[in-house]
């Protein structure tokens, strides 16, 4: 089918809205409820109206379908005085505080008022009147519904910002299947909010910061007590990076989604004054050895099937909190950012002969949950708390920009080697189907006892919700299952419930495709991105010269050093955790 | 020529014997017995009746889509949800003759093949609700309603779905969120509800009016019906008076009627009231338009005209009234009601309540002028729904007949 958008021919599919024609083909149109991830358009924002031919008066492009015959245009002078007007309109229902607000230069709503020049304010910004959280009491006497929520250790929500797109509401629902957000109230007093307005009680998988086109939901901001424990001589900084995160930290400095930062990465935390620079990556491959040795047992003592992997702790919080008769099937092995942790205070404190209590551990994260993961009680190895503070990538970034410190001018820097040698398994963590692929690379390989020909497990891969391969490895027909997304995650749950599903081994993601779409990372995401980023991974992997975890000389060292043997009562203690039933039923 | 208001205060409410005395629930039995489900639906296509909500598109029509849509389940939605400020016929309906409303359900839902069926009622109106209670009671003990309707294949169930008064659910496909236990917001169309409607289902809506001609169009005929009224919107209807005039209150008219003969004629409004002096009158509700005295010629019927009939309200304003409360009034109902959805409606109706007010405290500045053009002129063109174009119609009739005493 052909359409013509301002006098222009365009190819056009069944089912194309005028909008993604529009997309496609590099017309600019104003959007801010519509979403790449959230598909399709509900059409509340008004931003994206258009005239066409067949229609009298303005259409919303992100709802309108194509039809035979359509001529749509995007500039004319009702479309723009309705742009106008209803920017106007929405840009005084902002607190608009650009200069303080934790994402100035990032905001969707900031660069249509930039681009449309609202500069002469036509209506008093309504917002203003609340001047801090600490003014309100969530459940009482709220009469001006201001949400203000800092009770959470993952997401900030501040109602000043909040434009009542609903993309926080819509991710939370068709995607993670939390319904954790509605609409509060009518009118011009409507409200994004909880139930009752409670504290929000969720997954902490933070795609709803990610989606957020203001700085209505954000990340919980913990750069100020980063900066404090880098402006303390007696504390030791000793940071770790996710494998994700070299990936994406460029986005923020203008670089091309999956463009390899590693080397910037690290020279901007030693920049920073960062101490010592580790590599999370080396705490995928310990996760790897302890997990591959964990479904041996399980194959040896028949079950109890399927093993879930349990990196992704708001996959963890939702089996917590939803399906509790799974916790029985979650691996025990922490994550990769609580194995490298513990190391840190322990392995590492003993023989660089450094007093623990000094070590102040940071993380750099691509997700909000992990700041909950590292808060949990019975997480911790050491007798310490293992990770002290978790950052976002965008959190990074912005302390990065505060610092005035542009990775793109620093010299590429090396891991400290102590703990920042790594394979390319460790890297796949940073995308749905990468724990699998490395956990079968090392399982492979243990019980055949033969080395793997060709490391690839390509049936693992991909970008779809679900997917699902059967591997034979030494007379046993290995089943196993990769999903990412909560919703998908929910079906095969719901599948191997009513015994329609069988498998041995499964890799749960709550993000849509794994930690490289992860609520902390860098805004905008959508399948696009995320797709570049992956190619970034796969290359990456590729590349490195030990692909298989249990090749890692570091790890080999630390095995035959300190812990002893995957499964040994000391990585039991240091490495594996145990889950709680948090389900309110 | 009275259809709807014929046996009011004339029959027990309370009591289905004094209904089916006047021959009520006839036009069921002969729908069921005579007449199979598309000879009913093409009776009532016949008709040219048209929805009474305000919209008024044909019935017969919607009716087709959804007996047309193949489905297993199907649902028959009567909407009780009259919310306009000063309407109330559907009330006195519901009051005065409950079972006109039911049998028009009851064919309804045999006609398009709904084995269930909703009133969505106001929440305010506690009364009729208990009424409408008791009559399906009687309806259900008279195997009207049930499992097999006169002894028929054919069984529905009816159920009182009690709305808690938002303005909004009015509208159908909020109305079906609202039944669905969603927040009462309006949908994106297409699909329609007779294709896609209550839980994804074949769903018709109905107005309460609407339903109440069906027992005579189909006891009577479609053509004694289309004769009625004018050609293109045949019947009579119930118009509310409200406001100046002598007689207030509910008048059955046949469509086609000005506004001057519903005034003025001793029938219906029988002018207006002693010592009051006309002005203008707002046709159609909150959300209608305003007719000056030179106006009230125009005939009254749903299709294209000057002045939509809506839900055939009319508001006769006097001399004495001042322009800036009404205007107050009607921006702060809007802006109440807005079920704040889309962002022009929202920010909008908010943006013009907040000026109404200093508009009434001779408090309005030039910046506010300004602003009231564009914001009607969002509100007119850009909102999701048309609510946010019904916030409007009168505050630009009103800025362009009466500026002079607006601003003054």
């Not at chain 1, 930062?261 to 620079?277: M, Q, S, T």
């Not at chain 2, 699909?191 to 069906?214: D, H, M, Q, R, S």
């Not at chain 2, 003025?264 to 305003?290: C, D």
């Not at chain 2, 909008?348 to 200093?358: M, Q």
Request: a positive charge.
């Amino acid at each position: 089918m052909r359409i013509k958008i301002n006098n222009k021919s365009y190819d056009a599919n069944p089912g194309d809205t005028i909008l993604s024609v529009c997309k496609r083909n590099g017309i600019r149109l104003p959007t801010l409820c519509a979403h790449p991830d959230l598909l399709p358009s509900e059409g509340v924002c008004r931003m994206c109206l258009v005239e066409t031919n067949q229609s009298n008066g303005l259409v919303s492009s992100c709802t309108q379908k194509i039809s035979d015959g359509l001529e749509v245009k995007t500039e004319t002078e009702n479309v723009n005085r309705a742009r106008k007007i209803n920017l106007e309109l929405l840009w005084a229902d902002h607190a608009g505080k650009c200069a303080s607000c934790k994402r100035n230069g990032r905001c969707e709503l900031q660069d249509l008022a930039k681009k449309y020049d609202i500069d002469e304010f036509k209506f008093v910004p309504r917002k203003n009147e609340l001047k801090s959280g600490d003014e309100l009491d969530l459940l009482k006497n709220n009469w001006k519904h201001t949400v203000f929520e800092e009770k959470n250790s993952c997401i900030s929500r501040d109602s000043q910002y909040c434009i009542e797109c609903r993309r926080c509401i819509r991710i939370c629902r068709d995607m993670q299947t939390v319904e954790a957000y509605g609409m509060n109230y009518r009118s011009s007093e409507t409200n994004v909010g909880t139930p009752f307005e409670i504290p929000l009680d969720c997954i902490f998988c933070g795609q709803c910061s990610a989606v957020c086109p203001t700085a209505a939901i954000t990340e919980k901001d913990d750069v100020t007590d980063f900066e404090k424990a880098l402006a303390d001589p007696k504390k030791m900084v000793i940071v770790q990076t996710a494998p994700s995160v070299r990936f994406t930290l460029g986005e923020e400095f203008g670089e091309a989604p999956g463009t390899f930062w590693e080397g910037k990465l690290v020279a901007a935390l030693k920049k920073l004054g960062c101490d010592k620079v580790f590599d999370t990556v080396l705490g995928a491959d310990l996760t790897i050895l302890e997990e591959a040795h964990e479904l041996i047992q399980r194959v040896k003592n028949k079950g109890p099937f399927p093993m879930f992997t349990s990196c992704c702790p708001s996959w963890i919080l939702y089996a917590e909190k939803y399906w509790p008769e799974f916790i029985p099937n979650l691996s025990s092995c922490k994550s990769p950012q609580q194995m490298l942790a513990p190391l840190v205070k322990t392995y590492y404190a003993e023989r660089e002969k450094i007093n623990p209590d000094q070590i102040v551990s940071v993380s750099i994260m691509p997700c909000t949950s992990k700041k909950y993961e590292a808060q949990r009680k019975e997480i911790n190895g050491s007798e310490y708390q293992d990770v002290d503070i978790v950052l976002t990538v965008r959190e990074l970034a912005r302390l990065l920009r505060k610092k005035k410190i542009d990775p793109r001018a620093l010299k590429e820097k090396k891991f400290d080697p102590a703990l920042g040698i790594s394979t390319g398994a460790g890297i796949l963590f940073a995308q749905s189907g990468g724990v699998m692929e490395a956990a079968l690379r090392t399982a492979v390989e243990k019980i055949t006892g033969e080395r793997l020909g060709k490391v690839e497990f390509e049936m693992v891969r991909g970008e779809s919700g679900a997917r699902c391969a059967e591997i034979e490895v030494g007379g046993l027909k290995l089943r196993v299952a990769v999903v990412h997304e909560i919703r998908n995650a929910k079906n095969l749950l719901e599948e191997i419930k009513n015994g329609k599903s069988d498998y041995h081994f499964v890799e749960v993601m709550a993000c849509p495709n794994g930690c490289i779409g992860g609520g902390g990372q860098p805004v905008p995401t959508g399948p696009a991105v995320r797709k570049a980023r992956i190619a970034g991974v796969m290359a990456r992997d590729k590349k490195m010269p030990l692909r298989k975890s249990h090749e890692n000389p570091v790890l080999k060292k630390i095995y035959r050093e300190f812990l002893g043997h995957p499964g040994s009562e000391k990585a039991e203690e240091l490495l594996h955790t145990k889950y709680i039933n948090r389900s309110k039923k | 020529m009275d259809i709807l208001t014929k046996n009011w205060d004339k029959i027990d409410p309370l009591r289905i014997d004094s209904y089916t005395r006047t021959g009520g629930y006839g036009a069921l039995r002969k729908a069921i017995r005579e007449m199979d489900p598309e000879k009913v639906v093409a009776e009532i296509k016949m008709s040219g009746l048209r929805g009474r909500g305000g919209a008024g598109f044909p019935t017969g029509e919607k009716w087709g889509m959804a007996a047309k849509t193949p489905a297993k389940e199907k649902y028959f939605i009567c909407n009780l949800d009259e919310s306009e400020p000063g309407v109330h016929k559907d009330r006195a309906i519901a009051e005065k003759n409950p079972h006109q409303i039911i049998e028009g359900i009851l064919i309804g839902a045999a006609a398009v093949g709904a084995k269930k069926a909703f009133i969505y009622i106001n929440g305010n109106y506690q009364k009729q609700k208990e009424i409408l209670e008791i009559a399906l009671e009687q309806a259900r003990e008279k195997e009207l309603v049930g499992k097999s309707v006169m002894g028929s294949a054919f069984k529905v169930e009816i159920v009182i779905f009690e709305g808690a008064g938002a303005y909004i659910c009015g509208e159908e496909t909020a109305l079906l969120s609202s039944i669905e236990g969603k927040r009462g917001e309006p949908r994106l169309k297409p699909p329609y509800p007779p294709v896609a409607g209550l839980f994804g289902k074949p769903t018709i809506v109905n107005n309460a009016e609407t339903l109440a001609n069906i027992p005579f169009i189909i006891k009577q005929g479609a053509k004694t019906f289309s004769q009625i009224g004018s050609s293109a919107s045949p019947g009579t209807k119930l118009f509310v008076l409200e406001g100046a005039v002598r007689n207030r209150g509910i008048h059955e008219a046949p469509l086609g009627i000005t506004a001057q003969e519903l005034i003025y004629n001793s029938l219906y409004g029988g002018g207006m009231a002693s010592g009051k002096e006309f002005w203008f009158a707002q046709i159609g509700g909150a959300s209608g338009r305003l007719a000056p005295a030179g106006k009230l010629d125009q005939s009254l019927s749903y299709g294209p005209g000057e002045f939509p009939l809506g839900c055939g309200s009319i508001l006769v304003v006097d001399k004495s009234a001042d322009i800036k409360d009404l205007l107050f009034s009607w921006a702060d109902f809007f802006h109440r009601e807005s079920c704040g959805k889309c962002l022009p409606c929202r920010e909008g109706t908010y943006r013009l309540w907040e000026i109404a007010k200093r508009i009434k405290n001779n408090d309005v500045s030039k910046r506010d002028k300004e602003n009231i053009e564009e914001i009607l002129w969002t509100l007119s063109n850009t909102t999701f729904c048309p609510l946010g174009n019904f916030a409007a119609v009168a505050w630009k009739d009103a800025m362009r007949m009466f500026s002079d005493k607006i601003f003054n």
